[in-house]
């Protein structure tokens, strides 16, 4: 899927309106890989946080039934080395530190335990992408004491010495505890992450960020000295706001720990969520805030370790204190609606992805609260949570939409557009099935009108399948199957998900391919000066005859400051766009997001300078990248050019009229008017009419103070004269 969007030639954006669809085309034909990678790995994005042998399940009949039904992988363990981790004794001979003879015991009991979990065994399949994690409390070595339980451990508490004696248990509990499947014991983890959200936690735990970065370091180099097949990461980030005060919060958090620790890191962990504040106001990561966090990571550890290291999204989902309490449907509605958007731009980096776990767990019956309220997030619930219903058998909550939806999607990559970076779009094809998902960003119903060219000469044997899973009119969840003649238009709801099963007649063959690559800027996070200009060189670029590109530009500007400015690359400016996916992150502190400029395919270079200028002073530019999608044979999109040197809006036309000055502050003048009067027109990037005047043969000039500032079209008609052009506002 290529969720970038392409710029509509404003010709062509002067002809519509907000009431029509959304283009979207697939090329079920051209296969999209990124960075060689093209088919949906389900192990890295179905997955339940939870355990091989978790015992939170009603049976273990229950359990083959969900992992198998919905093809889902088991993703997170973050109780069980803790747990083990309070059993542990001291070493006698060394104080501080944990004896390893009781480990190696312990591990062998533990492995003993597994084998005679017969059950269990079927799914080790399911397992390959373990991460197990270790909690703050009690394994950073804060001077807390160990914890035992009286029916599994007569250690007395104690405390460990310091990160070497945490990293030695670390080490002993990975390479005791497990075996390599079935009789040998519990198949290892294959990831760890140190610590979870320590960072947020560090006051508490009487230590700093920087303390906490090298304890990452000193276990993950132990870990690895005794289990060098197991990869470990961290810093699994927390309520990242790298924008704040400056950027001070980046440099505090995510710049000190790649600084440090970022060597030793196998990959970079983050939880992201959208967020319902206690006021009532949600906000949303998802969209352009999560492209701009994900780049910035991406680009710094290009910078500073000479590569991208991979991510896990170890958590994701949705937050909102106000609806905690008893369980309610419009709270799993918010949940399941940005694990689909989210996930979809997680897709969008399936090379670099290693996991990304939508976070909810079976029944949380460990949880307690002082108000009796059950765990928010979970799988399970029993019947008579629900208002209006009784009795304490365990039923699936909602979430169980989210795998509902995603249960039949596999295959192969293929190349998709739309027109508007709000409608998220990637298309997969498998044998003779072509799946095709469509995520509405937007916070209102909206319709999208299917281009999928080669359904014209392959016939779809059956009815399309469609799944729809929306909001009704009380926030409550609805997952909506429904059999189709092949749509040509389809109505997605108010940040709803479709995905469309097309059961062909024959196997799509690949006649095509787009090959993608992501390149980053040597340099980032350079502070925005009026009109002075921040220079930027992307190098090693691979270039075949046709493709095309995107120019990903990441900033945080405060409300009201310019978010288009002028962009040049190699002495050619490329038109700014005025739009990104998600919401307009008003209600944030500020603006922080990637916006996504194509750029003429003919203007890239192996290696390519880039200058951005904006207006006004404030804020930094905090990424930018390079998308190239190189094609073996070239793509005649059916929607819109994705070349904008190449459309009319920026062919002189064959007239004498003209406009000065462009861009503009305050207003523009006329020369070459043929006739009485002059009509000018302003239409902004979504096509709307935003100002007209009639202009007098001899007046010559207008006003432009009411305009806000961006890029619009400008159309000029006098007598049988017309001209069309960019113009920018300033």
């Not at 060689?36 to 179905?46: N, T």
């Not at 389809?490 to 709803?496: A, L, P, R, S, V």
Request: glycine content about 6%; charged content about 25%.
């Amino acid at each position: 899927m290529k969720s970038q969007f392409l710029i509509i030639s404003f010709l062509g954006i002067a002809q519509i309106n907000a009431q029509n669809p959304i283009q979207a085309e697939v090329n079920l034909n051209t296969k999209h890989s990124v960075h060689g990678v093209s088919e949906f790995d389900r192990s890295k994005f179905m997955i339940l946080h939870a355990d091989i042998d978790d015992n939170e399940w009603d049976s273990d009949a229950q359990r083959k039934q969900f992992l198998e039904d919905y093809d889902v992988y088991l993703g997170r363990n973050n109780g069980g080395m803790v747990w083990e981790f309070d059993q542990s004794s001291e070493d006698p001979n060394k104080k501080g530190w944990p004896d390893v003879n009781t480990l190696k015991s312990k591990g062998e009991s533990s492995k003993n335990s597994y084998a005679k979990q017969k059950s269990t065994h079927d799914f080790e399949g399911r397992y390959g992408n373990m991460i197990f994690g270790g909690q703050p409390t009690p394994m950073y070595p804060s001077g807390q004491l160990t914890r035992p339980s009286k029916c599994c451990s007569t250690s007395e508490p104690w405390a460990y010495k310091d990160y070497d004696a945490v990293a030695e248990y670390y080490a002993n509990y990975l390479k005791e505890f497990f075996g390599s499947g079935k009789e040998t014991g519990k198949p290892r983890p294959k990831y760890v992450e140190v610590l979870n959200e320590p960072f947020v936690k560090a006051r508490k735990l009487g230590t700093t960020n920087a303390n906490i970065t090298q304890m990452h370091k000193v276990v993950a180099q132990r870990i690895k000295a005794l289990n060098p097949d197991i990869k470990v990461g961290g810093y699994s980030a927390a309520h990242p706001a790298y924008e704040d005060n400056n950027f001070n919060h980046w440099r505090n958090n995510w710049e000190l720990f790649i600084n440090e620790a970022g060597n030793d890191m196998d990959f970079f962990s983050l939880h992201l969520y959208d967020f319902l504040a206690d006021s009532g106001e949600e906000l949303q990561r998802k969209g352009s805030n999560t492209e701009a966090i994900l780049d910035m990571v991406e680009q710094y550890s290009y910078i500073k370790l000479g590569k991208v290291k991979p991510f896990s999204i170890s958590e994701y989902g949705w937050l909102g204190r106000s609806l905690n309490g008893p369980y309610n449907k419009p709270r799993d509605w918010f949940n399941i609606r940005t694990f689909s958007s989210m996930m979809m731009q997680f897709m969008e980096r399936q090379d670099q992805i290693i996991s990304a776990i939508p976070f909810m767990i079976l029944k949380a019956k460990w949880w307690q609260n002082p108000d009796n309220y059950k765990y928010s997030y979970r799988l399970l619930r029993q019947n008579k949570e629900l208002e209006g219903q009784t009795g304490d058998q365990w039923v699936y909550t909602d979430f169980l939409k989210f795998f509902e939806l995603w249960s039949t999607v596999k295959g192969t990559r293929v190349d998709t557009f739309a027109n508007d970076p709000d409608m998220l779009i990637d298309a997969y094809v498998n044998k003779d099935r072509a799946y095709v998902i469509l995520s509405n960003l937007e916070h209102h119903s909206t319709s999208v009108a299917l281009n999928i060219p080669e359904l014209k000469a392959n016939t779809i044997e059956a009815m399309v399948n469609m799944k729809h899973l929306y909001a009704d009119k009380n926030g409550v969840p609805v997952l909506e199957n429904s059999e189709l003649n092949s749509p040509k238009e389809i109505t997605i709801g108010k940040e709803g998900t479709v995905i469309l099963e097309y059961r062909l007649k024959n196997e799509i063959e690949f006649t095509n391919t787009s090959n993608e690559q992501k390149v980053y800027a040597e340099t980032y996070l350079k502070p925005i000066e009026a009109n002075k200009s921040n220079e930027f060189v992307i190098k090693n670029i691979t270039l075949g005859s046709q493709g095309e590109a995107i120019l990903r530009l990441g900033m945080g500007r405060a409300h009201g400051l310019m978010l288009s400015p002028q962009i040049k690359m190699n002495g050619e400016e490329i038109a700014m766009v005025n739009d990104w996916k998600g919401y307009d992150q008003k209600n944030r502190d500020q603006f922080f997001g990637v916006i996504e400029v194509p750029v003429p395919y003919k203007l890239i270079k192996k290696s390519n300078e880039i200058n951005i200028t904006f207006p006004d002073t404030g804020g930094m530019i905090s990424s930018l990248s390079l998308q190239v999608f190189n094609f073996e044979k070239p793509i005649d999109r059916l929607i819109a050019s994705t070349d904008p040197l190449n459309t009319p809006l920026f062919e002189p036309n064959k007239t004498t009229l003209t406009f000065y000055p462009n861009p503009s502050k305050n207003s523009i003048s006329f020369e070459g008017i043929t006739s009485n009067s002059l009509t000018v027109k302003l239409y902004d990037i979504s096509g709307n009419l935003v100002f007209t005047k009639i202009v007098t043969k001899n007046q010559k000039e207008i006003s432009l103070n009411t305009i806000s500032s961006g890029l619009y079209m400008l159309k000029l008609n006098s007598g049988k004269d017309e001209k069309i052009s960019k113009f920018i506002k300033i």
